[in-house]
T-cell receptor
Framework: GAGVSQSPRYKVAKRGQDVALRCDPISGHVSLFWYQQALGQGPEFLTYFQNEAQLDKSGLPSDRFFAERPEGSVSTLKIQRTQQEDSAVYLCASSLAGADEQFFGPGTRLTVL | GDSVTQMEGPVTLSEEAFLTINCTYTATGYPSLFWYVQYPGEGLQLLLK?????DKGSNKGFEATYRKETTSFHLEKGSVQVSDSAVYFC??????????????FGQGTTLQVKP
């Protein structure tokens, strides 16, 4: 596709459930970022991949959050044992190597009941 | 650490009014500065950027100048339209040594333009 795609667009989970959020970056984009956007706030950095290597995971809020990009293309953000405070929009962005412009997907809105 | 602060909203203007949304930043390096826009029901889109001091970014009638002396990157438009109603985010990234280029965002400013 022409842009970054994310699925599902909406996810409702019961507290304690595991969820997996998918990101398909723009073809050829080496860099991939995940951000978390709480209601009424700006996005906050979670983690960064260069190809398949996870070079920065300093923004992951707890060890319940895990991200992977095994083949350097599609990425999955997994949240284990979801909590209500995990409710947010999760944004994925991709960019060319060394480029400062990031292209964002539409996000996945996660609601934890 | 690096941070971005932008004026709180919502900002409500009449069509054709002048717009300013203030943004200031703190950074240890030499960041690039951005304005992103989020229209209702859509994803974040890059509006404009500036990569070094005194650069002016511009797009769709919006402008912002990278002011190192005041650590600011205020967004301006001379005449807003109803279609400019959106949430605007100021952001920085630092591609300096050891940095990934992650974006650090302000909290966003909602703009409502009334006909």
């Amino acid at each position: 596709g022409a842009g970054v795609s994310q699925s599902p667009r909406y996810k409702v989970a019961k507290r304690g459930q595991d969820v997996a959020l998918r990101c398909d970056p723009i073809s050829g984009h080496v860099s991939l970022f995940w951000y978390q956007q709480a209601l009424g706030q700006g996005p906050e950095f979670l983690t960064y991949f260069q190809n398949e290597a996870q070079l920065d995971k300093s923004g992951l809020p707890s060890d319940r959050f895990f991200a992977e990009r095994p083949e350097g293309s599609v990425s999955t953000l997994k949240i284990q044992r979801t909590q209500q405070e995990d409710s947010a929009v999760y944004l994925c962005a991709s960019s060319l190597a060394g480029a400062d412009e990031q292209f964002f997907g539409p996000g996945t809105r996660l609601t934890v009941l | 650490g690096d941070s971005v602060t932008q004026m709180e909203g919502p900002v409500t203007l009449s069509e054709e009014a002048f717009l300013t949304i203030n943004c200031t930043y703190t950074a240890t390096g030499y960041p690039s500065l951005f304005w992103y826009v989020q229209y209702p029901g859509e994803g974040l889109q890059l509006l404009l950027k500036a990569t070094k001091a005194d650069d002016k970014g511009s797009n769709k009638g919006f402008e912002a100048t990278y002011r190192k002396e005041t650590t600011s990157f205020h967004l301006e438009k001379g005449s807003v339209q109803v279609s400019d109603s959106a949430v605007y985010f100021c952001a920085l990234s630092d591609h300096g040594s050891g940095n990934t280029g992650k974006l650090i965002f302000g909290q966003g400013t909602t703009l409502q333009v009334k006909p």
